[in-house]
């Protein structure tokens, strides 16, 4: 491909923001035109095609990258910029065009009009990754990683995407009147458990889901995951737990935990579905091992 050194490589998920992903791409890269900026435009439809785009493309001609998608396409980018390291080097914007968009809320930006101009004039930062060993593969994560109840919501809601942003609500509610128990052994900061479990979620994010403000003290780029471990408990007391999600203050809950950790190792005697930036990814065991300040990202 033959591209200018100020191009703006635009990778574009047509499914993601229910089909308008496309749409939305398109019209950001005539403002980005008007302002001097020369475009090269790739449609990746799955991972395997998102990983051909670092071969596509010569990396000196391409200035920044913009990704429209949701998270788990950025998921998708980010594996394959690490299988091409020195494609570290150039910072991405993820625009906000998938149902959750955990990590565009994290950065205070959910208007494609915001991402434009931060495309256009925003400063860089680096940010952590979570590199995640699994018994059967291994790969990156840039939001949660998450077994037991919400492995559980996470396969319900992909299920009723019919329901749009308001299915990870209505499935964490059906899974709550029938929480799963997750038998793990779990180690972090010298300590070990062996317990049963609702759920364990590690987050490099504050938020995921549609808005849930799940580890409020997470920062992108401390070098730290925030890790939330909910030991079993009651539907009632998982029911009454569940709306004091969204502004943060099931921190006080008695049955949650919550650490700061750059290591984690959950071990489980069957497998467990992992959920890894919002998809199912794998399954248990695993190792959570945290990278800082790795990804470059506009904000």
Same mark, same amino acid.
């Given at each position: ?23 939305? &791409?398109? =019209? ?10 020369? /475009? ?11 990983? =051909? ?61 915001? &991402? ?26 840039? =939001? ?8 559980? +919501? ?22 709550? +009147? ?26 490099? /994010? ?8 799940? &580890?409020?003290? &997470? ?13 079993? /408990? /009651? ?9 004091? +999600? ?28 992992? =959920? ?12 959570? +091992? ?10």
């Amino acid at each position: 491909m033959i591209s200018s050194p100020n191009t703006i490589l635009f990778l574009v998920n047509p499914f993601a923001g229910k089909g308008k992903a496309m749409l939305i &791409a398109k =019209n950001t890269i005539d403002i980005i035109r008007q302002n001097g900026y020369e /475009t090269e435009l790739f449609e990746g439809k799955n991972k395997e095609d998102f990983l =051909n785009f670092t071969i596509i493309y010569e990396i000196n001609k391409i200035q920044k990258i913009a990704v429209f998608g949701g998270d788990g396409t950025m998921h998708d980018i980010v594996n394959a910029l690490m299988l091409k390291s020195e494609w570290l080097s150039k910072p991405l914007m993820l625009f906000p065009c998938g149902t959750g968009n955990a990590f565009c809320h994290d950065l205070d930006c959910l208007s494609v009009e915001k &991402a434009t101009q931060r495309l256009l004039n925003g400063k860089e930062m680096l940010v952590d990754l979570a590199e995640i060993k699994m018994r059967e593969n291994s790969m990156w994560a840039f =939001n949660i990683v998450g077994c037991g109840l919400v492995s559980h +919501i996470n396969t319900l809601a992909e299920k009723m995407r019919y329901f749009g942003p308001a299915r990870y609500n209505i499935a964490t509610i059906m899974k709550i +009147i029938s929480p799963p128990v997750l038998k793990a052994k779990i180690s972090f900061n010298g300590e070990i458990f062996a317990k049963d479990y609702c759920f364990l979620l590690a987050c490099n /994010t504050r938020f995921t889901g549609k808005g849930m403000k799940m &580890a409020p003290l &997470a920062k992108l780029n401390d070098g730290l995951i925030d890790f939330l471990i909910v030991e079993k /408990t /009651t539907r009632l007391r998982l029911l009454l737990l569940f709306p004091k +999600i969204f502004s943060g203050k099931h921190l006080n809950s008695p049955y949650l935990r919550y650490v700061q950790t750059n290591h984690i190792k959950i071990e489980t005697q069957y497998p467990e579905l992992v =959920n890894i930036d919002g998809e199912i990814k794998g399954n248990t065991s695993l190792e959570i +091992i945290v990278h800082k300040q790795k990804l470059k990202v506009i904000c």
